[in-house]
C-alpha cells in the first residue's frame, strides 16, 4: 500500500485554494482510496481517534474485497464500529476506484514503463 502524505482543503470548495502536487504510480488491479477527515475524527469511549493509522489498517484488512462496494461498507463498519461507544461528529466520506484498464501496465512491470496517476 502506499499512502500520499498531502491533505489539503476539499477541491473547489474556496476559490483560489494551493494544492501540493503529488504523484504515484498505478497499474491494473490498483484500488484508489480518497477519503475526508470525518472518518479519522471517529472517536472511540474514550475520546481516541480512529486517525489515520486504524483507517490505513481497514483498508489493507478489506483490500482484496471483491468489489469497491464491499471494501467501501467494510470500512465504514470498521470506523462505526470503533465509533459505537464514542462520537462521529463529521460528514465521512470515501470514494475507491478501482483500476481496470489494461494498458497500465502490471505491477511486475519496470517503473519505466508505467504509468502514473497525478494529484492536483
Known sequence: MTALDHAGIVLNVVPDAQYEDASVPIHTGDTL?????????????????????????????FSHASTVSSLVESVFNCANEFGRQGQRRDDMTLLAVRITATDLGRKQDSAADSQHLAID
Do not use: H, K, M
Not at 472518518?39 to 469511549?45: C, F, I, K, S
Open 33 to 61: 482510496v480518497l477519503f475526508t477527515d470525518g472518518l479519522t475524527e471517529v472517536r472511540d469511549g474514550e475520546g481516541r481517534f480512529f486517525g489515520r493509522e486504524g483507517l490505513v489498517q481497514c483498508i489493507s484488512a
